[in-house]
């Protein structure tokens, strides 16, 4: 017998991006659906944890991250590569760096040819919903300035509940950066957030007013009151779905007390948000998933699904970090002073201002197709579906960053703090990892296996990437500000580079791809194009797991659209506009 107060119209599981952009476009609705958001970890509601300038260092606070690691990388010198994940309210916007980027709109329009449905998932669709989420701040200050972003108002929104936008104030040398990479022959982007993220840019972050953006700023939307009648948020961690037949009906929880487990039930749908590496962990306990690993396990078949778990996309990157001359910036006022940086916390406490809201608060990031890269054989070899997709218009070989705080990572490489941190992202990796089960105890996390470098085509496109950083530093406008090499491959040869690659590549936490979405019938296929499950009914699944292509950005803006375009299609099956 099920209790009332225990079931609900919805359940969504995972409250990071994706999840709660669901559960709040569905509570919304205009027939007032009841929504449980299930949350495994706590409320995170120290708002320590959201000055601008620390997010750089959220994500070492061990109770916002499940600490997750990959097992030994082959491609990497057999190193295990962080795998941060987001543990709270907000997931892993509570923990990321702040980058707000939608990508290339020609990843949204091969979503709708991958799943044969181009009015949902096309740029045109998508594009509508990245401007319900945001509110977006373009406005920069000074006169001077303004020469380096000019975005257009019809591309972004203005009374969403994600404030967006640009730093009030910048490090001295960001101006100086951001002109000597022009003249270095980087084409400069006036808004990466276009559709078109080609060109050097000045990154807009998920920040405003000094305070870090996360998910959780939907619950204090300005058009309603919290609480929300109709949604629920209840933490506890989500074990495994419950089934009657092949229909899921509810979910069990883990008590965090020790007493039995918890169920919650459904009468209309469940849905997992519980991201690339925690959604695939739950399917798996529920007996959805490849059989040789569940009965491996002695988990029950419920659904023989062998997409589960495969096809893992991540983007990785590695750094060329260059001592600069201490006359172009002033960072070691304040990184070297813990006075300074105690006395601006006690400012940011007091009104969310002061140097909390400049140093680290606004770097720059570009996109950049490369012609080399495209007459390489490696590159010919591959499919042609895959060359074909890498030459439209807006995709891109790799990214560059600038002005990224290596220091609060390696703190052992500076003796100052006068420096500048190039990192090179490949963007589009052929390398395709998994997650499998490695017991049946539901402590366990999976294991992830992304095999970072391992396709002949990584390795020599990551050679190439490299290389470039290398032509932009010994530019004379980069260059003649330089005074030494930090961090860098000892060589130009591509053997060196390819070492430092492997021994220094690091995860952008971009995890994407393992319960893709795709049409009936594909083999790597999990759920349809409506994030139904394939073979179970009451079940679906909404965030970067199901994405069948790796965007060419910083994930969590696709996570938080992706949430959107389930709501979307659940409102107009279940009729949830119609009073």
Sequence with gaps: MTSEEDTYDFIVVGAGPAGYALAASLSRAKSKPRVLLLEAGGKNDDETKRVDGKRWTTFMEPTMNWGYKTVPQEGCSGRVIDYSRGKGLGGGSAINFGVYTVGAKDDYDAWGEKVGDEVTFGWKAMQRRFKALETFDGSIELPEHQKYARPDPADHGHDGP??????????????LILDSLEESGLQRNLDHNSGNPLGMALMINSASGGRRTTASLFEQRQDSDWPIPNWMIIHAPVTRTIFHNKKVIGVETRSQSGSDPKIYYAT?????????????????????????DLE?????????????GQGMKDHFNVPLVLRRNPETNDRNSFYGSEEAMSAALTQW??????PWTKYGCQIVCGWFKSDKIKTLPEFKDLDASVQDFMNRETIPQYQIISGFPMHIMLPELFQDHSYICLLGFLMNQQSSGEVRLQSSNLEDPLLFDPKALTHPYDQRAAIEIYRHLLEIAKHPAFAKDTVSTIHSSPSESDEDILQYWKDNTTSSWHMTGTVKMGKEGDVDAAVDNRFRVF???????????????????????????????????????YALDEE
């Excluded at 209309?268 to 959805?288: C, F, Q, Y």
């Excluded at 073979?535 to 969590?556: C, I």
């Design 535 to 573: 073979g179970v009914e009451g079940l679906r699944v909404a965030d970067m797991s199901v994405v069948p292509v790796m965007t060419n950005n910083h994930t969590q803006a696709t996570a938080y659209v992706t949430g959107a375009t389930c709501a979307e299609v659940l409102i107009r099956e």
């Design 349 to 354: 406490n007091e009104d969310k201002t002061g």
């Design 162 to 175: 994600l404030k967006i936008g640009y730093a009030k104030e910048w490090e001295k040398d960001l101006p």
């Design 268 to 292: 209309k749908e469940v849905i997992l948000s519980a991201g690339t590496l925690d959604t695939p962990k739950i399917l798996m306990h529920s007996g959805i998933g490849p059989r040789e």
């Design 296 to 308: 491996k396990y002695g988990i029950r078949v419920v659904q023989d699904l062998p997409a589960v």
